[in-house]
């Protein structure tokens, strides 16, 4: 009847295999309902198949002639049954973890839409010269707020802003001992490498599935998780590399001196390798902005709540001023933390 | 010269061996197994073995062998930056192998410090942090390291650099900061790998000259690491010659120089000047009988090259040897020239086996 009934029998398996009769109960597989909509009714007779045709054995097909072989559409059910089971379980232990990250997201957002324009852009410049320390970065980014309060995309800048401030924030606290330790412990590096990987490869959308279903999806803390995993990728990873890059006989001489290992992390590790760190700071900046844009489809506010007006209401415009807001952002964020980093850099030279 | 109540750090039987199980082949290299053998037969490294050495207060000890030889190794089983696999090292009488981390980091912090071959000066310090590192370290305040760190700046030279960064200076004033931050630490024992070796010929005479007016005034206890003969005689008190992990030969470098033991150490002194590093107190005759036929009064710890020069080649000639204004032997011309001729030399034996 179907093409790997020969196999099934010559392999001895159709007691295990049960009845087969395809298309009598369960749900409909799509194959099943084309064929029936090709007029060929799944019960009727099959042509032999030509070799050339010969279907490729997959769990659709094989469950075609053998019921004990679960469909795909039932392996994604188990997986979501699965999922849905550890769910509450999972959510117990990551709420209560996860809700300080709430919490700073909320007063942080409300913190920055309360302040006033008047005092906030001079804030930013303020910020930008103590970091930076460079006229041109802080012309920049003078130009580029004035710029966006005068089109009407201040607040919505200012709501990114105020996500990716914490985030990163987050990505450092969590991040940089994260970091060390990995530097300390080849075990744990070849662990964590893969995992990082994995982060940094998995297509952002991906991140979003299980999230939305663990946390409700107007939690603030729902895109506040889901850009800290993507972005916090970098400042691990150059953490871990900063620390052990560091000189070897610069530690040697840290340890004949007889420096404790505290005397050494602080005074010897994290100051050389922070060039290294504050570049993983600067990717980890520039990946929480690519995050936030895209978890504005779980109701992350800001620029990208616009982007995704444009594209929902095909309002190109909306659309496209919204994304020119996003990269002005960005280059003014990358300018300055850059500025930043070759400080730190000449003043160690 | 081996004083027994005087001795700062004494080494015993120590063995190192690198690699997965050492103490299995221990029992290889007890057994009589060498270096190369260990290495193909098991793949471990034989550092060192079985190496004794005395050292003495307020001396320099210079160990000196080939690259490789194990000296670097060798100097960090004193402070323990390399754990032994078997053996002593005992530091003011107490065995610093039974030391806790506690007291490990003591010793380190206050009794001896240390001098590298490529400085490992810190490079986000300044000159005056870097030499007071030890003291803020010990966790003395900031004013107590930086007086102190002052102090030895300017004893080694640097009045002026104390606010650049270390990669502003010069390797000969980096590795001045380095024995400032040595000394800085007011440690009883100096440990210094090869401190000279990556300095210019010119620069490192002058650094060999400032430690050894440095050790007439603070009278360190030094053991110092080279691979360079003539830095070796410049400096040592007493000269420990290391080759594959073992010591070839250890003693006064004078008598070393007159009596080498070992194939391996005449190739060693073949080419130096002898007639500037042997001195008259190795070749005299030691006798306080005023002899006859006296051409003029030498000191005893002149080279030969100056009595050569006042002899003007005449060996035929005496000296009387003094000391102190007093007299203490008879240089005959002819015993110095035929301490000219290495040993390999003057052996007929060897010259023709050779
Ligand atoms: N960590 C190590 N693992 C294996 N072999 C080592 C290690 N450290 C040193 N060695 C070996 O020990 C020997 C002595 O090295 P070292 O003490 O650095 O010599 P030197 O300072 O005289 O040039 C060399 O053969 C070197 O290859
Ligand atoms: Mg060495």
Redesign the interface.
Same mark, same amino acid.
Not at chain 1, 255 to 260: L, P, Q, V, Y
Not at chain 2, 104 to 110: G, T
Not at chain 2, 118 to 124: D, I, N, S, V
């Given at each position: 009847m179907a093409f790997y009934d020969g196999l099934i029998e010559t392999l001895g398996l159709t007691d295990w295999c049960g009845e087969a009769d395809a298309g009598g109960g369960g749900p409909l597989t799509m194959a099943e309902l084309l064929a029936r909509a090709n007029g060929g009714g799944a019960d009727g007779e099959d042509p032999a198949t030509p070799l050339m045709d010969t279907p490729f054995p997959s769990l659709d097909t094989l469950h075609q002639s053998c019921e004990a072989i679960p469909r795909t559409r039932d392996v994604t059910e188990m997986v979501e049954q699965g999922f849905l089971g550890i769910k509450d379980g999972l959510r117990l232990v990551l709420d209560p973890l996860t809700e300080p990250l709430g919490w700073l997201l909320d007063a942080s957002l409300s913190g920055f839409e309360a302040t006033p324009w008047f005092i906030m852009i001079p804030l930013l410049m303020a910020l930008t010269w103590f970091a930076a320390r460079s006229v041109s970065v802080l012309a920049l980014v003078t130009f580029s707020f004035l710029f966006m309060a005068m089109i009407n995309h201040y607040d919505e800048a200012i709501q990114t802003l105020s996500i990716i401030f914490v985030c990163t924030i987050f990505c450092v606290v969590l991040g940089v001992p994260i970091g060390i330790a990995m530097s300390k412990s080849n075990t744990l590096q070849r662990i964590s490498i893969p995992i990082l990987d994995m982060l940094q490869t998995l297509p952002t959308f991906v991140y979003l599935i299980p999230l939305i279903f663990l946390f409700s999806v107007t939690e603030s803390k729902l895109y506040g998780i889901a850009i800290i995993l993507y972005a916090i990728v970098p400042v691990i990873r150059l953490t871990d590399l900063g620390i052990r890059l560091v000189?070897k006989? =610069?530690i040697? !001489?840290a340890?004949? %001196?007889?420096?404790?290992n505290w005397?050494k992390l602080t005074g =010897?590790q994290i100051?050389?390798a922070l060039p290294n760190i504050m570049a993983g700071i600067n990717q980890t900046i520039m990946m929480s902005l690519a995050m936030v844009v895209i978890a504005s489809l779980v109701s992350a506010p800001g620029l990208g709540r616009l982007v995704l007006r444009g594209i929902n209401n095909l309002e190109l415009g909306v659309g496209l001023v919204a994304g020119f807001c996003i990269v002005l952002l960005a280059v003014l964020l990358d300018r300055a933390t850059k500025a930043a980093l070759g400080r730190i850099n000449s003043s160690?030279? | 010269m081996t004083d027994q109540n005087n001795i700062k750090v004494s080494i015993r039987n120590l063995f190192k061996i690198f690699g997965t199980d050492p103490a299995a082949a221990l029992t290889h290299v007890r057994a009589g197994l060498g270096k190369p053998e260990l290495l193909e037969q098991h793949g471990h490294v034989l550092g060192l073995q079985n190496i004794n050495v005395d050292m003495q207060a307020g001396e320099i000890t210079v160990i000196m062998g080939l690259s490789g030889s194990g000296k670097s190794t060798l100097i960090r089983h004193l *402070?323990r930056?390399i754990e032994p696999t078997a053996g002593e090292i005992i530091v003011n009488g107490e065995d610093v192998l039974a030391y806790d981390a506690t007291k490990?980091? !003591?010793?380190?912090? *206050?009794t001896?410090?240390?001098v %590298?071959q490529? %400085?490992?000066? %810190?490079?986000?310090r300044t000159v005056l942090e870097n030499a007071g590192? !030890?003291r803020r =370290?010990?966790g003395e305040s900031g004013k107590a390291a930086d007086k102190e760190g002052q102090k030895w700046l300017e004893r080694v030279g640097l009045a002026g650099y104390e606010e650049h960064?270390p *990669?502003q200076l010069s390797g000969g004033m980096q590795q001045r900061v380095g024995i400032a931050r040595a000394l800085a630490?007011d440690s009883e024992i100096m440990?210094m790998d090869e401190a000279f070796s990556a300095l210019d010929p010119l620069i490192r005479t002058d650094m060999q000259d400032l430690l050894l007016e440095l050790q007439r005034e603070l009278h360190k206890t030094i053991v110092f690491i080279t691979h360079d003969l003539d830095e070796a005689l410049k400096l040592a008190d007493h000269l420990v010659i290391l080759k594959d992990g073992a010591i070839v030969q250890q003693g006064e470098p004078q008598e070393i120089l007159l009596q080498p033991n070992d194939p391996y150490i005449m190739d060693f002194i073949a080419d130096i000047n002898r007639a500037r590093v042997l001195r008259v107190r190795s070749v005299m005759e030691v006798t306080t009988d005023p002899g006859t036929n006296i051409a003029g009064d030498v000191d005893a710890n002149s080279n030969l090259e100056r009595v050569i020069a006042m002899s003007e080649g005449d060996t035929n000639l005496n000296y009387r040897v003094m000391e102190n204004g007093q007299q203490v032997g008879l240089l005959h011309m002819r015993d110095l020239v035929r301490a000219l001729v290495p040993v390999e030399a003057s052996d007929p034996a060897r010259r023709m086996a050779s």
């Open positions: 000189d006989d =610069v040697e !001489a340890d004949a %001196f007889g420096m404790s005397q =010897v100051p050389l160690e030279q | *402070n930056l490990l980091d !003591a010793l380190r912090q *206050n001896m410090s240390m %590298f490529k %400085f490992a000066l %810190f490079p986000h590192m !030890a =370290v010990r960064y *990669n630490s440990l």
